[in-house]
């Protein structure tokens, strides 16, 4: 198996389990904005979203460049291509998974169907 940077994946996972922090990725995919702008749009203060994005810069998924009094944020340069490969990995397996339980059901019901046949001669 793949070997991963553990403190990597913790930092963008708990990253990314905020909703605000998806919500300011997911803005900044738009377009760059300051963090003034953030906090306004997500109706934050500006010390709250200046917390989530020191967590999002720590994880690498955003950068900031302070021009004059007000500090722009824009996606970083990293990419999730290795968290993307550990959940593919987990959603293959639990993938097949599913597709044994299905066939079981299936099993299952044709059987209930055949006893049913039996029971009603």
Known sequence: MV???????????????????????EQLGRADASITDLADKFHMTLTGMKKHVVIL?????????????????????RRLEQEAAWIETYRQLWS???DELDKVVEELKQKEKADGRKKAK
């Open 96 to 98: 097949a998974r599913f």
């Open 3 to 25: 070997q991963y940077n553990q403190a990597r994946f913790d930092a963008t996972f708990a990253a990314l389990s905020d909703a605000t922090r998806r919500g300011v990725l």
């Open 57 to 77: 810069e720590q994880a690498g998924l955003v950068t900031t460049v302070k021009i004059g009094r007000v500090r722009t944020c824009k996606l970083g340069q």
